[in-house]
């Protein structure tokens, strides 16, 4: 019953630009913070954004900032990571999950970032 399921992922060019959407079922997503993690080609899982229950406070990786966006529509439930500026070592598959508890990851979505 509770989960969630990651959207949006694709191959873009550098510079491109890709929203990735999370959305929630079995839950309310208002009560929780949400997180965006990351795992590239033999590197470990890494966060890289998460926004607050109320979406009042955000906070990114320092390799993301001023790229990324992180936001959330309580009313859909449903959470997006807006990505501006895209790099190839952006290129990993992108989860989304629940604070401070996590659910069990799902498949993610792949962001593939190359000419």
């Known amino acids: 019953q509770l989960q969630l399921v990651e959207s949006g992922g694709g191959l873009v060019q550098p510079g491109g630009s890709l929203r990735l959407s999370c959305a929630a079922s079995?839950?309310?997503?208002?009560?929780?913070?949400i997180g965006w993690f990351r795992q590239a080609p033999g590197k470990e899982r890494e966060g890289v954004s998460c926004i607050s229950s109320s979406g009042g406070s955000t906070n990114y990786a320092d390799s993301v900032k001023g790229r990324f966006t992180i936001s959330r529509d309580n009313a859909k439930n449903t959470f997006f990571l807006q990505m501006n500026s895209l790099k190839p070592e952006d290129t990993a598959v992108y989860y989304c999950?629940?604070?401070?508890?996590?659910?069990?990851w799902g498949q993610g979505t792949q962001v593939t970032v190359s000419s």
């Open positions: 999950n629940s604070l401070p508890t996590f659910l069990n």
């Open positions: 079995g839950f309310t997503l208002d009560y929780y913070a």
